[in-house]
Every structure is written in C-alpha cells, then in structure tokens.
C-alpha cells in the first residue's frame, strides 16, 4: 500500500530484439520497487504479494498505463517499433473487468490494440479457468496480442496452444542458460522452436546473456530474442537512448 501511495513503483523496459536484423521490434515493461533507501525489490517477490493483499488489479493497471503512456511517446518518435509487452497477473486475468480496462488504457494513450502484447506466465494461469478464457478471448477480439511467457516451465504448455488464441510463445531462459550446439538444452530449445513456428506463433527466447547463445538462436531460426547480451532493463530515459542507438545502427 504505502509503496503505491509514496510512488516508489515504477516500470523498467528491456528491449526485444529481432535475430535477423538485430533490430529492437518491441520493449518488455517490468515493474521495478525502489525503496526509499535505494534498494530494489524483486518483482518475483512483492508480486506475489501484491496479488494475495488485494492490490495486483490496482498494480498493473499502474503498470499498463505507465508502459502504453511511453510507448505512444515512442511511436510519436518515429522509432519503428511493433509492440509494447506487458505481463498480466492471473488475479488480473479472472477479474471480469480486465478486458475493459485493457481498452480503456489504449483509448487514454491513444495506442493501436494490435501495438500491444499480453503475456500471461504460463506458471500463473490455469487453461481451464473459463472467466480467464473469456478475458483472453474479448482481448483477442478487440486486436490485443497474446504471448505465453516462460514457456516450458508449466504443466501445460501444449494444452495452452490447443485452448488459447496466442500470437508468440517466449522460450523460458531455464532452456536458456545451457544452450550450445548440442545437448538437452539444444534438443529442447530447437524443438520449441519449431512447434511455435509450425502453429504460426512469433518465437522469443528469454534471457540470451552470451554470443554463442545468440548463435544457436540464429542457426535455428528463432524470431526473437531478450536478454542482458543485447541490454538489461533499464529506466525510460536509457531505454529511448538505446532505441535511438539502434535505430541508426
Ligand atoms: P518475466 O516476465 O519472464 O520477465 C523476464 C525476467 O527475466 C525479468 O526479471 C528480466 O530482468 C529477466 N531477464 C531478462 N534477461 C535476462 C538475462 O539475460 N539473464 C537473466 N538472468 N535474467 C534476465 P524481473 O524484472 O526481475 O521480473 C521477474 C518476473 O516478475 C517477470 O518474469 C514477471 O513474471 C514478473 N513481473 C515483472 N513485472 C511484472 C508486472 O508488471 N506484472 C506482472 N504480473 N508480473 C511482472
Ligand atoms: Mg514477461
Ligand atoms: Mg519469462
């Protein structure tokens, strides 16, 4: 409550980048909790605590507002991007409101619905929940796009591509940390790959920290990659001075 109240909250973005071009498309916004004393506190943390206290709908709505006011700043710059990506909370996804305010949030930024992604942590949502079906379907209706995050990590990743109207599927970096040219990892990471691609999805891999790990992605034809190799998440102001960088790069 009082991190909400003293405005200690505010969102962090980490570039998203295309392997090909090695082209920024979109920015992941990540919520950050500075304390007065200048420490951070993980999201892995407070969130979950956020969420049995009460206070997740009024956290990410904070979050969603914040993240679509920087984009439009962004697309009015002229920085070629495609999306802005915003984790949702289950407890936001079986509010019945969430669809609504989702809306409301684009018509007050003046952001395109197709120029903003959902992700929903697949270790979050339960497939057969039907009021999260229901949101996710209105979502999809009115043009939202839909990634499952940290994929790989839940029970049910298949069953989510079978129910679920997704647009990409981020490869959890536990996938990650090992991959090389050969091995479980790589077995693993190539055959999500090619399952994303086969269903038509964009395919992001999450947490690339080392050239060689960018090289695999490459040679296996991975869409996307995320990771503290390219850049960290950083606040608003270095994040425009990275896409300015790289826009003319
Ligand atoms: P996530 O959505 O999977 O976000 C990616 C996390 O991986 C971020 O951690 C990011 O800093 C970290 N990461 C990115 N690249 C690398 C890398 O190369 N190496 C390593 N070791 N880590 C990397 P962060 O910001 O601490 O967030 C942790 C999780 O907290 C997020 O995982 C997400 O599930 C949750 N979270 C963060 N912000 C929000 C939010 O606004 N709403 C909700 N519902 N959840 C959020
Ligand atoms: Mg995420
Ligand atoms: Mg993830």
């Known amino acids: 409550h009082e991190a909400l109240d003293r405005e200690e909250l505010t969102v962090a973005y980490q570039p998203i980048i295309d392997v090909a071009s090695g082209k920024v498309v979109s920015l992941e916004a990540l919520l950050r909790w500075q304390q007065a004393d200048g420490s951070f506190i993980s999201p892995l943390e407070f969130i979950p605590v956020a969420e049995e206290s009460g ?10 507002e914040r993240a679509c006011r920087q984009f439009a700043e962004w697309q009015r710059d002229g920085l070629g991007l495609r999306h802005i990506c915003v984790n949702a909370s289950t407890v936001q996804l079986m509010s019945s409101s969430f669809a609504g305010t989702v809306q409301r949030v684009l018509a007050e930024s003046g952001v395109q619905a197709a120029e903003l992604e959902i992700e929903i942590s697949e270790r979050g949502v339960l497939s057969g929940d039907s009021e999260v079906l229901l949101q996710l379907r209105q979502l999809k209706g009115i043009g939202i796009n839909l990634s499952i995050d940290d ?19 981020k490869i959890d970096r536990s996938y990650i940390a090992g991959l090389g040219k050969e091995g479980k990892d790589f077995a693993l990471a190539s055959a ?9 999805l964009t395919v992001v891999a999450e947490g690339i920290e080392t050239a060689e790990q960018l090289d695999v992605l490459r040679e296996l034809a991975c869409d996307c990659y995320q990771g503290f190799f390219a850049a960290r998440p950083m606040d608003a102001d270095a994040a425009t001075g990275f896409l300015q960088k790289n826009r003319r790069s």
């Open 151 to 169: 994929f790989g990590t839940g029970d049910s990743a298949i069953a989510y591509l079978k129910d679920l109207p997704v647009d990409a599927l």
């Open 192 to 200: 999500m790959i090619a399952l994303g691609q086969r269903l038509d």
């Open 55 to 64: 206070l997740m709908l009024r956290t990410g709505e904070y979050v969603l």
